[in-house]
C-alpha cells in the first residue's frame, strides 16, 4: 500500500490483493463498507483500473473517519485528477463508453475545507475533451479519458 498526499488529503492506494481482501470482506481494516458501494466499485471502476494504467484507485478518509474509495485519472507519474467513471452511450454512433468525469462534487468530499474545490475541478479544464474511440465526435464536454466499456471483461451491464 502506497499512501500519496492528493489535494490536502491522504490517499492509500491498495495492492490488487488488499482490494480483493475488500471485496471479499466488505471492510479495510477497521472500516466496513456498504455491499452496494462495493459492487459498483469492484464492477466498474476495479476493472477499469485494472485494466487501464492511467485510471487509479485510492481510499481516503473523511472528517468523522469515514472511508470512501476514490478514483484517479493518472496521465503522468504523480499527476492525479479526481474523477468518477460513468458508464455512457455514444450520441453519435451509440456504442456504450465509460467516461472520466471531474465535473462531480462529490468526488471532492474529504478535501480539507481550506482548499477550494471548485478550484480543483477547475484545474481539470487543462486535460482536452476526449472523443468516441469509435466514431470519434466530441459528445462529452466534461470527459477527460474515455474507453470502450466493452474493452471490459464482465457481464455487469446493469451499472
Ligand atoms: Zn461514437
Not at 470482506?25 to 458501494?37: L, N, P, T
Amino acid at each position: 500500500m502506497n499512501v500519496n498526499k492528493i489535494d490536502g488529503q491522504d490517499i492509500y492506494f491498495l495492492e490488487s490483493r488488499e482490494w480483493e481482501i475488500l471485496f471479499t470482506e466488505r471492510k479495510y481494516k477497521v472500516f466496513e463498507f456498504s455491499g452496494k458501494i462495493l459492487s459498483i466499485l469492484e464492477s466498474k471502476d476495479y476493472q477499469v483500473h485494472k485494466k487501464f494504467n492511467e485510471i487509479s484507485m485510492g481510499l481516503g478518509f473523511t472528517i468523522s473517519n469515514f472511508a470512501l474509495p476514490y478514483v484517479f485519472y493518472t496521465p503522468k507519474m504523480n499527476e492525479f485528477q479526481r474523477v468518477h467513471l460513468e458508464r455512457r452511450k455514444c450520441d453519435n454512433c451509440g456504442c456504450q463508453l465509460i467516461i472520466a468525469n471531474p465535473n462531480v462534487l462529490d468526488i471532492y468530499s474529504g478535501v480539507p475545507s481550506e482548499i477550494d474545490k471548485f478550484e480543483l475541478m477547475r484545474k481539470a479544464n487543462k486535460f482536452d475533451e476526449k472523443e468516441c474511440p469509435l466514431c470519434k465526435q466530441k459528445s462529452f464536454p466534461s470527459a477527460i479519458w474515455i474507453t470502450q466499456s466493452s474493452l471490459l471483461i464482465s457481464g455487469d451491464t446493469h451499472i
